[in-house]
């Protein structure tokens, strides 16, 4: 492992992520202050790590995680999924990854749902 990488490794765990986290964010090339230091529980940094592993970028990863989406709602899906998730928390629609398990994590199937909610309740975009 370069010295760079032994430097990022050596960084997410002060951070408090787990080795195999650590491995999976260097591997991901990943920076540390991307990540950042905020504070993160054991669940958030557990399903920060496997939406890397699921395909997602570094920022993507962040959002479906402030999000509060969980990665066995969306699996797979997690990349596609982040536009819906940008979008509702842009307008602080409720239960986010309550209405991806609702479309088995299919985030165009979610942003399809919440487009018919606002058709029947006479709202305009």
């Known amino acids: 492992m370069s010295d760079?990488?032994?430097a990022a490794y050596a960084r997410f765990r002060k951070l408090g992520y787990t080795p195999d986290?650590?491995?999976?964010?260097v591997h991901s090339k990943v920076?540390?202050?991307v990540v950042g230091t905020e504070d993160?529980?054991?669940d958030d940094k557990a399903a920060y790590a496997r939406f890397l592993e699921l395909g997602c970028t570094p920022e993507d990863a962040n959002t479906l995680v402030r999000?509060?989406?969980e990665p066995n709602v969306v699996g797979a899906n997690a990349p596609?999924?982040?536009p819906f998730v940008g979008a509702a928390l842009y307008h602080d629609l409720d239960d986010i990854?309550?209405?991806?398990e609702a479309t088995?994590?299919?985030g165009e199937a979610a942003w399809q749902e919440w487009a018919d909610e606002n058709e029947r309740n006479g709202w305009e975009g």
């Open 80 to 82: 596609s999924a982040v």
């Open 40 to 42: 993160r529980s054991d």
């Open 4 to 6: 760079d990488k032994v």
């Open 67 to 69: 999000a509060g989406v």
């Open 31 to 33: 920076e540390p202050d």
């Open 21 to 25: 986290e650590a491995r999976i964010l």
């Open 104 to 106: 088995g994590g299919d």
């Open 97 to 100: 990854n309550g209405r991806l």
